[in-house]
């Protein structure tokens, strides 16, 4: 039997990097996954490398800042497997400055991707979640839904030239702590993961300066100097940048039962940095 068979996962962002492996890794313990991207492309190969491998997913495109996004990624949940079991709220990027430099649309764009929009998905899952406990404890029987916030060792310790990223990631953990206490009583365990460094395009080395990406038609800068990456990971007390894998493998864990009586925590994936 699988740790996750029958559950129904809504993972954000996972058409690459690290919540492309979150995915994966769900469906192959049982889940049944909801896709989300902003691109379609990565995001429908995904549901094909999920179902070449004997899993079920969907493909939910868009933005998750989009007017309407949650309501209609929960419902996706709902129409395609009738269920709605883990949120892994993992859409984002990065778009830095130092503050004296940084636009307003530069700091709302951050803090809308990266808290007002796991907040606007976890308000659209409520109702549904809150109808499902319901249920269940009417028949007698616990059963644990998860919500995994990704946040960062940005929003532990704070880094120079990301006060809109560091701001974000700092809140989502607020949200989180206060999403443990409010759903405990629908047996929801609220926890984040927060990442240190881990190679994906957000942060693989490349001496090209211009490296960039577009993210809702703006050209958003990704990649780092690979001497400042090689510095970066001689820091980290594992002696090197973690991959997708291995950071979707945090995820999971608390998407497990054997995390069933734990809540309102913050898991840091980081080969020993701690962030502080
Ligand atoms: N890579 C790291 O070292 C690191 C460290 C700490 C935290 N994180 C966090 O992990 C998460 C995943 O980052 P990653 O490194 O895998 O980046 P990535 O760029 O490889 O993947 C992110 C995915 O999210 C999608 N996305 C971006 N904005 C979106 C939006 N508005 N709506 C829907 N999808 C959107 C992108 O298209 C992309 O496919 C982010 O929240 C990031 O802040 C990453």
Redesign the pocket.
Known sequence: MKNLAGKVALV?????????AIALKLARHGARVVV????EA?ALEVVEAIRLEGGEAVACV????AEGFAERFVQTAVDHFQGLDIIVN?????WDNVIQKMSDEQWDAILD??LK?PFKILRAAQPIMRAFSKAEAEAGQEVFRKVVN?????GLGGNAGQAN?SAG?AGIIGLTLALAKEWGRMKVNVNCV??????????EATADANAS?D??GRHIK?GLNPDLAKSFERSIPLGR??T?EE?ANAVYLLCTPESDYISGQTLVCGGGLSGT
């Not at 868009?62 to 800042?65: E, P």
């Not at 993992?90 to 990065?94: I, S």
């Not at 990704?150 to 940005?154: F, G, V, Y």
């Open positions: 954000s962002g996972s058409g690459r990097g690290i919540g492309r989300n991207d902003l691109d990565p868009g933005s998750v800042t993992n859409a984002g990027y990065t991707v990266h929009a990704i946040s960062s060792i940005a990223y990631k927060a990442f240190g460094f881990i190679k994906t395009r957000l942060t990406v993210i809702e990704v940048a973690g997708p950071a």
